[in-house]
């Protein structure tokens, strides 16, 4: 288990970009696979964006693909998500989550942060 928090969230116009950053807590946090995750108002969480542990693979939801870029610093423990072309359809709670294993389940999730987009 890894302690995840997230940041970076706030509202922004339609058009806009956000960073978003996930801190983890411990030593192992160059073995997790990272990901974040979106829970739009009324809506099931969905996946958003996964990096394997030494950054060298990365996944995207097709609403993410070209507009939203997942990265990691394992010497900072942090993984950040870079948003751009934000459109209203992306307001949501944004969560982190860690897993061990490309194929593991995600075992370890942040508290989320709010992204608002203003059309």
């Known amino acids: 288990q890894v302690q995840l928090v997230e940041s970076g969230g706030g509202l ?3 058009g806009g970009s956000l960073r978003l950053s996930c801190a983890a807590s411990g030593r192992t946090f160059s073995s997790y696979g990272m990901g974040w995750f979106r829970q739009p108002p009324g809506k099931e969480r969905e996946f958003v964006a996964a990096i394997t542990w030494n950054g060298g693979s990365t996944y995207y939801a097709d609403s993410a693909k070209g507009r939203f870029t997942i ?6 423990n942090t993984v950040y998500l870079q948003m751009n072309s934000l459109k209203p359809e992306d307001t949501a709670v944004y969560y982190c989550a860690a897993r061990t294993g490309l194929g593991g389940s995600w075992h370890s999730w942040g508290q989320g942060t709010q992204v608002t987009v203003s059309s």
Do not use: F, G, P, T
């Open 12 to 14: 922004v116009q339609a």
């Open 71 to 76: 990265s990691r610093d394992n010497a900072k």
